[in-house]
């Protein structure tokens, strides 16, 4: 079968289900599993590179408004790999092309490829996708293995933090407006032994003011902006170390969210892993340093 994926987390769900083979195109993002980044890119977005968190949530905020789309796709190179399948989303407007856009343009090809839609807002629906996916390529067997395991790492998370104090956590999924954590993320910080402040399973996620983050005392604050690595993520932690420092969080983490937090596909598990160290390090064995970075904000602010 001839796959193409217009979403990074559908990119690595058909991995997983040993699909690699079939994909024949992905979209400009997708960057694992590894290698995956040489096939031809189906998208590219819109928005200037070289922008600033608060210059990038303006632009996005102005093409939506104006009903304009964040990404073009290929419509030539599409038609020229000729898929049986197209993957895409039609969750969020600003993670990938236009779902409309999408069946539009597949309607127009001699191939009349199957077009899904994996729309999840829970961890659950997320893993739900794995059958959906399973069921239209003819993976049921690998689908089982796949969702067996990821069920089996969150019952070792669950039964590791049981009965432990749950601390208090904000996340932040973008920190120039800060957006809470929504979707899949509140769960993900419950699994973990976590109480999560101000999101909301399943809903999506939202802009506060500091003043309000502030208002919620929380004992972890998680910096996991959309799309961005440790690195990049605990930047964004320095540029607005003073805000989050009045936050008064004994503890500021910074994660890398494009690989286990932004993405709903089986790197989410990873993710509640993650989350578990950092809530309840005594319970839980250390991820690989390059996932997190703990920020001193005491330090940066010279006390």
Known sequence: ?????????????????????????????????????????????????????GEIDAAVRERTEKGEAL??????????????????????????????????????????????????????????????LAQATDTKDDAVDLVEDLADRLDRVKLAVRGADRPRVVALEWLDPPFIGGHWVPQMVELAGGEDLLGFPGERSRTASWEELEGVQPDVVVSMPCGYYAERAAHEVMVHREEIARLGASSVVAVDAAAYFSRPGPRLVEGVELLAYILHPDRVEPPPPERLIAVDLQAALGA
């Open 1 to 53: 079968m001839r796959i193409a994926s217009l979403v990074p987390s559908a990119t690595e769900m058909l991995c997983a289900l040993g699909l690699r083979e079939s994909l024949v195109a992905v979209t400009h993002e997708c960057d694992y599993p590894e290698g995956v980044e040489q096939l031809p890119h189906l998208t590219r977005s819109v928005i200037p590179e070289g922008l600033s968190p």
């Open 71 to 132: 990404y073009e796709l290929d419509e030539e190179l599409l038609e020229d790999v000729d898929p049986e399948l197209i993957v895409t989303q039609a969750l969020c407007a600003v993670c990938a092309v236009s779902y409309d856009d999408v069946r539009a343009v597949a309607e127009r090809l001699p191939s009349q490829p199957n077009v899904i839609s994996l729309d999840p807002g829970t961890l659950g629906e997320v893993i739900g996708d794995v059958r959906t």
